[in-house]
């Protein structure tokens, strides 16, 4: 059982509460902002396969920038919207967003109080607007999406539309985000579920029409149009998602400079072609796609945690947010992560101890910041409870991306066990 923070101030800001209809005003205002922060950048916004479709509807989107809500509101102008906003995004400025109709939320957490002020939206009329994968992508393919999706989608039986962005990772991934690229960027909005197809469908049927609509590669929509980066700093910062050397194994020996990377363990130089390809410098290029890599490193992690061998604790520094004015700092505390126990998350702050623990099956993906600005530039890690947040500073570099692998491999493995201990006992009843 979680034992709370000794905070001074008790109160927490009510995440989930119903948010206000967005006014003409404040929809015309986001317009205009959106499209004056894409003067400059070359994009296109469409609805595929039908004209737009009026509200109210689910709007699921795949996420890689900020860039992403201002090629949104060329397309959803000029209908109301709500989006659904992680705690962090108000901090100094909870009004602004209350203002605009935003649904504040804590990440991988169960908030029953967000499913309701949904509902609340799209009873109203308006378009809700989601980013499953809940961060932005790594390594600019779909990253993991929660079996929970197909449940609200069901709830709620209105139409669905599913955007999809291109090169909107390649023009400022999330590892080197303020290193800005010229890169095209196209946005494709398209209704994947009607109504009557959802009252005829399971919740894994529509799951999976969501997994298939969402389905992105950067990368390779780099290759197929021919887009060249060559920015000469291209590769600085994809050693936090490239962190494992293919060719000696190590893990954490990478490092990245201009358009090379260096395994510092083994000397291997790879460089990162202007065409978006990797290629060895000496020897046996690997992987030459760099999805490749980052997929091939999300095996050994699965790969250790099935032969019992992963486990990681850290002494971190902790900032936590229980409300939405600033960041507090609650000085060390030990994190552990294991596939047995989850996070636990303990330490010491005004004079009593606190202990925070997340098993397995209650955080399916991590929320993770590379060269987080809003405290100090480091990488952090997020532990979100019902009513609290934990932004963990890893001490040692390039561990973060790691950790999420370890997160939603452990969920998965540990929803399957809960599966096959169900139809054993399921199985057990019948016999008898």
């Known amino acids: 059982m979680d034992i709370e923070v000794n905070y001074k101030n008790k109160k927490r ?4 509460r119903t948010p206000w209809h967005q006014g003409k005003f404040w929809t015309g205002l986001i317009w205009v902002l959106s499209k004056m922060m894409l003067i400059g950048k070359e994009y296109k916004v469409e609805w595929v396969d039908s004209e737009p479709i009026k509200p109210p509807y689910m709007m699921l989107s795949n996420h890689m920038h900020f860039v992403d809500f201002e090629l949104a509101a060329m397309a959803t102008f000029p209908h109301a919207v709500s989006n659904v906003v992680n705690i962090d995004g108000y901090i100094n400025k909870f009004f602004l967003l209350e203002w605009i109709g935003a649904i504040s939320t804590r990440k991988f957490t169960n908030d029953v109080p967000l499913v309701k002020s949904i509902r ?3 009873q109203r009329g308006d378009i ?7 961060r932005y992508t790594p390594c600019g393919i779909t ?15 209105v139409p669905v539309v599913a955007v999809v962005h291109h090169g909107n990772h390649l023009y400022a991934p999330v590892w080197n985000v303020r290193n800005k690229r010229k890169v095209p960027l196209h946005t494709t909005f398209r209704v994947i579920l009607t109504p009557e197809q959802i009252a005829n469908m399971s919740v894994d049927e529509i799951n999976q029409v969501l997994r298939d609509a969402l389905q992105y590669d950067d990368y ?5 149009n021919g887009i060249r980066i060559k920015e000469e700093y291209r590769a600085e910062g994809l050693e936090k998602v490239l962190y494992q050397c293919p060719h000696c194994k190590t893990e954490f020996s990478m490092e990245a400079k201009g358009a090379q990377l260096h395994c510092t363990h083994c000397d291997k130089r790879w460089v990162w072609e202007e065409t978006g390809r990797i290629r060895a410098l000496e020897g046996e290029t690997e992987f030459d796609h760099i999805p490749d890599w980052f997929a ?11 032969e019992g061998t992963y486990r990681f604790e850290d002494a971190v520094q902790v900032y936590s947010l229980p409300r939405v004015y600033r960041y507090i700092p609650l000085g060390k505390a030990v994190l552990t992560h294991d596939p047995e126990k989850g996070f636990v998350l303990k330490g010491h702050y005004r004079g009593k101890d606190y202990y925070i623990h997340r098993q397995p ?13 809003p405290i100090d530039g480091k990488d952090y890690v997020d532990i979100s409870t019902e009513n609290d947040s934990f932004y963990c500073r890893i001490t040692d570099k390039n561990r973060i991306t790691k950790l999420a692998f370890a997160t939603e491999e452990i969920y998965l493995r540990s929803m399957n066990k809960q599966k096959v201990k169900a139809e054993k006992e399921l199985a057990g009843n019948v016999s008898v």
């Open 220 to 224: 390779r929509y780099q290759k197929e």
């Open 128 to 134: 809700l607007a989601m980013y499953p994968e809940a």
């Open 296 to 306: 091939w490193e999300r095996q050994q992690v699965k790969k250790q945690i099935e």
């Open 13 to 16: 800001y009510k995440t989930g």
């Open 361 to 373: 099956q209650q955080t399916n993906s991590l929320h993770v910041e590379y060269d987080f600005t």
């Open 120 to 122: 609340k939206v799209l």
């Open 143 to 157: 990253s993991f999406l929660p079996d929970s999706l197909g449940k609200l989608i069901r709830m709620n039986k």
